[in-house]
Nanobody, 126 residues
Framework: QVQLVESGGGLVQAGGSLSLSCAAS????????MAWFRQAPAKEREFVAG????????TYADSVKGRFIISRDNAKNTVSLQMNSLKPEDTAVYYC???????????????????WGQGTQVTVSS
C-alpha cells in the first residue's frame, strides 16, 4: 500500500545540519504513523523519531531530543527529519518507516512498522 524513498543524506561536519526527506507513494498516506530509524555499523537498528498522522504528536529518542525535528506534509506525501548540532555518533544509515494508525501512540519497536524505505547514508565527521 505504501512505498517509501529516502533522500538528503550525505557528509557533514560535526555541529552542522542536514535535512532528510521521505517521499511516500500509494494510498492513504495520512492514515499511517511515520517514523525515522537509524542503523550504525555493527549495531542494531534504533528508533530516532516518530509522528502521528495529524502531525500534532511527535516522539523522539533521548539521544536526539532537542536536536532533531520530525515533520510531515500529508498534502505532499512526505515526512522530513531536520537534524541539527550533528555529532559523529549520529553517523548511520537512516530509514523511513510507516506503521498502521491503530498502533496508537508512536511505537519505538522495529517490528511494529509495516513499510520501510531503502535507507540513506548520513556521515558526520569530527
Amino acid at each position: 500500500q505504501v512505498q517509501l524513498v529516502e533522500s538528503g543524506g550525505g557528509l557533514v561536519q560535526a555541529g552542522g545540519s542536514l535535512s532528510l526527506s521521505c517521499a511516500a507513494s500509494g494510498r492513504a498516506f495520512s492514515t499511517y504513523i511515520m517514523a525515522w530509524f537509524r542503523q550504525a555499523p555493527a549495531k542494531e537498528r534504533e528508533f530516532v523519531a516518530g509522528i502521528r498522522w495529524s502531525g500534532g504528536s511527535t516522539t523522539y529518542a533521548d539521544s536526539v531530543k532537542g536536536r532533531f525535528i520530525i515533520s510531515r506534509d500529508n498534502a505532499k506525501n512526505t515526512v522530513s527529519l531536520q537534524m541539527n548540532s550533528l555529532k559523529p555518533e549520529d553517523t548511520a544509515v537512516y530509514y523511513c518507516a510507516a506503521g498502521p494508525q491503530r498502533l496508537g501512540m508512536v511505537p519505538r519497536e522495529v517490528y511494529k512498522y509495516t513499510y520501510w524505505g531503502q535507507g540513506t547514508q548520513v556521515t558526520v565527521s569530527s
